[in-house]
């Protein structure tokens, strides 16, 4: 059983920047794709970025490259989101995410490949 749990989450100004974080328990750390989801409100959940534990590959949503950086600490068993040139709409419920297997699947994440879900940690971008 994984066990997500995010932190970071807050109020930023419009073009500020923002991490948030996601530490992972429960399971053999470098097993795991972990990737980052978000919902805004009246809007459908949707992946921003993945992150293969065991050899740190990354996969970007082609809509989310060049603001948006995925990266991890293996001592912590943490993956971070960085989240620069913020905008009112990026304000939404940010979700981490994370199945067990021998890599991600290449491409933005897709909601559907994750198995595990944490609560979720609110940003608010405000103009």
């Known amino acids: 059983q994984v066990q997500l749990v995010e932190s970071g989450g807050g109020s930023v100004q419009a073009g500020g920047s923002h991490r948030l974080s996601c530490t992972a328990s429960?399971?053999?750390?470098?097993?795991?794709?972990i990737g980052w989801f978000r919902q805004a409100p009246g809007k459908e959940r949707e992946g921003i970025a993945q992150?293969?534990?065991?050899?740190?590959?990354?996969y970007y949503a082609n809509s989310m490259k060049g603001r948006f950086t995925i990266s991890q600490d293996n001592a912590k068993n943490t993956v971070s989101l960085q989240m620069n040139n913020l905008k009112p709409e990026d304000t939404a419920m940010y979700y981490c995410?994370?199945?067990?297997?021998?890599?991600?699947?290449?491409?933005?994440?897709?909601?559907?490949?994750?198995?595990?879900w944490g609560q979720g940690t609110h940003v608010t971008v405000s103009s």
């Open positions: 995410a994370a199945f067990t297997g021998s890599n991600c699947y290449p491409g933005g994440p897709l909601e559907q490949s994750y198995y595990y």
């Open positions: 992150i293969y534990a065991g050899d740190g590959r990354t």
């Open positions: 429960g399971y053999l750390y470098t097993r795991l794709c």
